[in-house]
């Protein structure tokens, strides 16, 4: 083996280009292409900054005036020039609230059959056919929702709801068939499809050895779904629903189209409502004044924090159970 | 009954419940398709694609103005959107670091969360008003900044299962990196980034919200890109919304026909990407 | 020069037990003449060291790989061996974090000093998996020539050709030109690769592990199309198959734990080595 040789005699000068380094450490093309993907993936990052930026200058007037009280005054008079959010808010809790209720079970339900107990070609066939839904635009769910959900429940559901829970605050009063419970019902349906496609996806990333492992020690199969794989995909299945409530808190249409969009705050889940997408969607374009369009971007806002919070914690906690299904494989 | 048999029954019940439960997820997708059919048929005719609006009271008329103003707009869309969406699908996927592809990641799955109605207030704020009137540029705008990050998510994603065998195999003869993604990485993920930027554009076809302050709608056909167009969804609103029967009637066959048009995508889209998927885990 | 090849490729099956697989790697090791010590040296290596993060998996590696002859790199999975080898064109770039240490010239440049493609155009690589692009076969061997704007039209023909010759893939591709390389059966397509590297005339060609994912007739093809390049490029092959580099190398290096052990011509390897762990690993007690 050669020991020395001219070419290495004074050691070799390394120059590892330093000067591109800044470049992501490539050259010519490469870093022209390299800084126009990273200008638009920029992008991205930007368009989210200036619509925070946008949605809180434009919301300053109300938040001066109003402050927090915006969110719990019950009166709203844009011809006073008086803006208080409670109905809106109360609308919209409302509705989201029976919507979960109503979705929940169903969707949980519906994924451990879809995950633990149907065959495989049927789990994936009734998975594309619920995903599909999630698919359909929202005014077609209004459309429906206003031809067919709205008379349904004037004459058929609302009645035979009343006739059994009458005595209770929440079934009491005329049915006029829009209103908090069809919003309701139609978000049921629409958020359906977000828990039930994510929290199959958690319950079928619970490792086989696990489900195994119950099985062999002679549970049913129900009892290895329950007591095994439901506690290891719990908050994965909780992030789906988080998931759930932030669509259902934000959906415009099909609410607007059923919600009946009287400003009111009542305790009858017969009686019309409003909630704060469906306030933004009536009144934006009319809203003549400064002050008033300013208090809609606000409510804008609010809706746009509470989104936010929620998808963020319903990803972590999905995050969370992966790992922890990873940890258990 | 003993504990072994009570065990069973509840075995069986509980299979039996939640198998209801997956039958009733599945039924209002039946019940719309099924209301839509019988509904929107029955309405639609040849008018409904070539003829305007009328006035009310008047019966008759069409949606032609609406359905190319929804095409109008879904080409603005996907001019300001797709560009920088697959070229920073790109960037995460080739050429991120850490830092970046961290925030432009976050960035993107929060953008995607945000109600629609909001981002139809921020095209509001940046494009209506400066420019004083509703136009299809605004309207386009909005749906392009729903479209932008699910484009960016999904070309990252397909890139992403394009194997590293293959980069390494161009670098290995000399290729440079741009070189390499555009003539080895992107081809090989082609139709998986074509499809998802079809089903993007499947889902702001049936955005209403953020249209509502920003394209508006228009009776005529639109005399120009910054003028207020007219498209499907608004009208499947405005017209649910009012207290005509020809209207409903028409409003039935719009959400026909965008339904149709949305299920369609997605139905071969899916299987699209399924096949693809496949393919990917036999090689 | 080209050696005989029929001599060479003597045994193709590979026996599985270490033992006989020891004996017979020596007796094919004997037949071989010793290799010219005067041959031409192609690359110098001098105290490489190779780290990812603060990782440190090469430690102070020289060797000399001689020009036109087939170098062998063998050791137990996780020694450094295709470390080394993706340092030669510097294929570890696209590992965050990697960082290499040392001297390493390709005649008389510094690899660390050459701009990537051309560093890259010299020295070509084959890798464990057939890697195929998602092209005709003829845009698959056209791809580099194109990229480096060697060749046009005709020429360009004229080159995929030649090529596809040299890796001895021409007789059963050449009707199939424009069908997709993915058609290929994966000894093929390895081939087309060889091809496809051998397009931009390499001066060095590494091989990764090259018949690691292939039947053994296959292997014996390529093992084949290994001596008849041999005479227009240098080769450095990784293998994990004792036999394997028995059968083909000039030279054999062994590496244990990011180090090279010994590096000697292949007889003296086989059949006398100097290092107790060479002996220990050649006839099987590990690895």
Avoid at chain 1, 30 to 57: F, R
Avoid at chain 2, 41 to 61: D, R
Avoid at chain 2, 257 to 279: E, G, H
Avoid at chain 3, 105 to 119: G, K, R, S, T, V
Wanted: proline residues 5%.
């Amino acid at each position: 083996m050669a020991t020395s040789n001219t070419v290495l005699a004074g050691g070799l000068p390394r120059k590892p280009r330093e000067r591109w380094r800044w470049l992501g450490g490539t050259r010519g093309v490469d870093s022209i292409a390299w800084l126009v993907t990273l200008i638009a993936a920029l992008s991205v990052l930007a368009v989210t900054v200036w619509l925070v930026v946008e949605l809180w200058q434009r919301s300053k007037l109300p938040r001066d005036k109003f402050g927090f009280s915006f969110l719990v005054d019950r009166v709203w008079d844009p011809v006073f020039g008086h803006f208080g959010a409670l109905p809106f808010v109360y609308g919209t809790l409302v509705t989201s609230a029976l919507a979960m209720i109503i979705a929940v079970p169903l969707g949980v339900g519906a994924a451990i059959f879809l995950a633990e107990l149907a065959p495989r070609r049927l789990s994936d066939t009734l998975t594309f056919l619920i995903e599909l839904l999630a698919a359909v635009p929202s005014v077609v769910f209004g459309v429906v929702g206003i031809f067919v959900v709205v008379p349904w429940v004037r004459t058929s559901f609302g009645p035979f709801l009343k006739s059994l829970f009458g005595f209770t605050p929440l079934f009491q009063g005329p049915i006029y068939g829009v209103g908090f419970l069809t919003a309701g019902l139609v978000l049921a349906i629409m958020v359906l499809p977000f828990i039930v496609s994510i929290s199959r996806e958690v319950l079928l990333s619970v490792p086989v050895e696990l489900r195994e492992g119950a099985l062999a020690l002679g549970s049913t199969h129900w009892e290895s779904t329950w007591k095994v794989v439901m506690p290891t995909a719990r908050t994965g299945i909780l992030g789906s629903i988080f998931l759930a409530l932030a669509r259902a808190l934000g959906e415009t249409m099909a609410v607007t189209m059923v919600i009946g969009n009287d400003p009111k705050i009542m305790a009858s889940l017969f009686a019309p409502g409003y909630s704060i997408a469906a306030v933004i969607a009536n009144e934006f374009t009319e809203a003549t004044g400064e002050l008033f369009r300013q208090s809609l971007i606000e409510l804008g806002l609010v809706l746009f924090g509470v989104t936010v919070v929620l998808h963020a914690l319903a990803r972590l906690l999905v995050q969370a159970t992966a790992q922890k299904a990873k940890g258990a494989a | 009954m003993n504990r072994l048999t009570w065990r069973r029954v509840v075995n069986a019940v509980m299979s039996v419940v939640t198998a209801l439960c997956a039958l009733t997820a599945v039924t209002p997708l039946l019940f719309v398709l099924g209301f839509l059919a019988v509904k929107g048929v029955s309405s639609l005719n040849w008018a409904f694609f070539t003829k305007l609006p009328v006035p009310i009271g008047e019966t008759g008329g069409g949606m032609a103005n609406a359905i190319v103003g929804s095409g109008q707009l879904l080409l603005l869309a996907a001019i300001f959107g797709v560009p920088p969406g697959v070229l920073g699908g790109i960037y995460l996927s080739e050429f991120g670091g850490w830092t970046v592809p961290f925030f432009v990641r976050y960035a993107a799955d929060l953008l995607v969360s945000v109600p629609s109605i909001v981002i139809g207030i921020f095209a509001y704020a940046v494009v209506v008003l400066p420019m004083g009137h509703f136009s299809a540029l605004a309207g386009g705008f909005a749906l392009s900044v729903i479209l932008l990050p699910i484009v960016v998510t999904n070309t990252e994603q397909f890139l992403r299962t394009v194997p590293v065998w293959l980069r390494e195999g161009s670098l290995a003869l000399g290729a440079g990196h741009w070189k390499t993604i555009v003539s080895v990485v992107v081809p090989a993920g082609l139709q998986g980034i074509l499809t998802g930027i079809l089903l993007a554009l499947a889902r702001v076809a049936g955005e209403t919200a953020p249209l509502l302050f920003t394209a508006f709608n228009n009776a005529y056909w639109a005399r120009g890109w910054n003028q207020p167009v007219s498209s499907l969804p608004f009208m499947i609103y405005y017209y649910a919304q009012s207290a005509y029967d020809d209207w409903h009637r028409q409003a039935w066959a719009a959400a026909l026909v965008l339904l149709a048009l949305v299920l369609l995508i997605n139905i071969l889209s899916r299987l699209v990407l399924a096949r693809k998927m496949a393919a990917r885990r036999a090689a | 020069m080209i050696p005989s090849t029929a001599a060479k490729v003597k045994k193709v099956t590979e026996p599985s037990d270490p033992q006989t697989a020891h004996e017979a790697a020596k007796e094919t090791a004997r037949e071989l003449e010793p290799a010219r010590a005067d041959a031409s040296i192609k690359i110098r290596a001098r105290n490489v060291n190779f780290y990812y993060g603060h990782k440190q998996v090469l430690e102070g590696i020289s060797m000399d790989i001689r020009e036109r002859k087939i170098t062998a790199l063998i050791g137990p999975s996780g020694c450094g061996k295709t470390t080394f080898l993706r340092i030669l064109n510097r294929m570890y770039e696209t590992v965050k974090h990697a960082r290499p240490e040392g001297e390493v010239a390709l005649d008389q440049d510094n690899i660390f000093d050459l701009a990537l493609p051309n560093l890259r155009r010299r020295v070509g690589m084959v890798f464990q998996k057939p890697n195929p692009f998602p092209k005709s076969i003829f845009d698959n061997v056209a791809y580099g020539p194109r990229v480096h704007g060697l060749a046009h039209g005709s020429k360009l023909v004229e080159l995929v050709e030649q090529s596809l010759r040299a890796a001895a893939l021409w007789d059963e591709v050449k009707d199939s030109l424009q069908k997709s390389a993915f058609s290929l059966s994966g000894g093929q397509q390895q081939r087309l690769s060889i091809a496809r590297a051998l397009a931009i005339d390499p001066e060095v060609l590494l091989l990764d592990e090259p018949c690691s994912a292939l039947d053994p007739i296959s292997t014996a093809k390529i093992e084949e199309l290994l001596f008849s390049i041999e005479g227009r490029c240098t080769l450095v092959i990784v293998t994990h198959n004792m036999a394997q580099a028995a059968r083909v190398a000039d030279y054999t290096g062994f590496f244990l734990m990011g180090k090279l052990i010994e590096f000697n011509d292949t007889k003296t390897i086989f059949t006398n080595p100097a290092k107790k762990e060479t002996e220990d690993y050649i006839t099987g007690r590990f690895g």
